[in-house]
């Protein structure tokens, strides 16, 4: 079993690639768009439920945020915005994320 600590920066780690993939993905496609669950999962070379958890804290901490089939026909461009943080987290939590793309938030790019 993993010492606590280690696991906090293991988890520590792994937030930070996902904030730069998710970053780096948004600046650099041509239109600003999200970047799909699948990609994550591919760049990070994690599994859906490794990281789902630390997707929730990001977005509490309104770093990222979530659009899925659910909130827009096309979750690609952020076209009606953002649910609530709420709302986001729920769809995160799910089993299975379905067509889902994650965007840097408004407070990651101001910095």
Not at 13 to 21: A, C, P, Y
Not at 86 to 100: L, S
Request: hydrophobic letters at 35%.
């Amino acid at each position: 079993m993993k010492k606590p600590i280690f696991k906090f920066l293991i988890n520590k780690k792994l937030k930070k690639d996902i904030i730069n993939i998710v970053l780096d993905y948004f600046v650099n496609s041509r239109n600003y768009n999200g970047i799909h669950i699948n990609n994550l999962e591919k760049n990070l070379k994690k599994e859906w439920e490794e990281f789902k958890s630390l997707l929730v804290e990001l977005i509490r901490d309104e770093i990222i945020s979530v659009i899925d089939e659910d909130t827009d026909v096309n979750p690609n461009i952020i076209r009606v915005g953002f649910e609530s943080i709420e709302k986001q987290v729920k769809k995160i939590q799910r089993d299975n994320p379905g067509y889902m793309c994650i965007y840097p938030s408004q407070t990651i790019l101001k910095d």
